[in-house]
């Protein structure tokens, strides 16, 4: 019902975007986030925007080089990472569930199986 695609190995510096493709009863009125989950290391949130795209929400750790949008004719949402650094390396998913004023708690209701990036340095 989720399906992530985009990614692959690029170099350090380098710009990628991550398509999330979801089936239109999902994309109706939920929030998608992302989470990437580093070799060896526990999956970690990174933001979500809204189903209407009009708002968004990244963490720390990511602002200022992550962008989400989403283009609810496709029903799919993007994840742009600007200047890309080794230790974006991960698996990246995404996941769709209902925000209930926020965009932090949320119960993450249906995921993709995840796309792998790789930034060589």
């Known amino acids: 019902q989720l399906a992530e695609s985009g990614g692959g190995l690029v170099q350090a510096g380098d710009s990628l975007r991550l398509s999330c493709l979801a089936s239109?009863?999902?994309?109706?009125?939920?929030?998608v986030g992302w989470f990437r989950q580093a070799p060896g290391k526990e999956r970690e949130y990174v933001g979500a925007i809204g189903w209407s795209g009009g708002s968004t929400y990244y963490t720390d750790s990511v602002k200022g080089r992550y962008t989400f949008y989403r283009d609810n004719d496709k029903n799919t949402v993007y994840l742009e990472i600007n200047s890309l650094k080794p230790e974006a390396t991960a698996v990246y998913y995404c996941?769709?569930?209902?925000?209930?004023?926020?965009?932090?708690?949320?119960?993450?209701?249906?995921w993709g199986q995840g796309t792998q990036v790789t930034v060589s340095s």
């Open positions: 239109a009863g999902i994309f109706t009125r939920y929030a």
């Open positions: 996941a769709a569930g209902v925000s209930h004023g926020n965009l932090v708690s949320i119960y993450w209701a249906h």
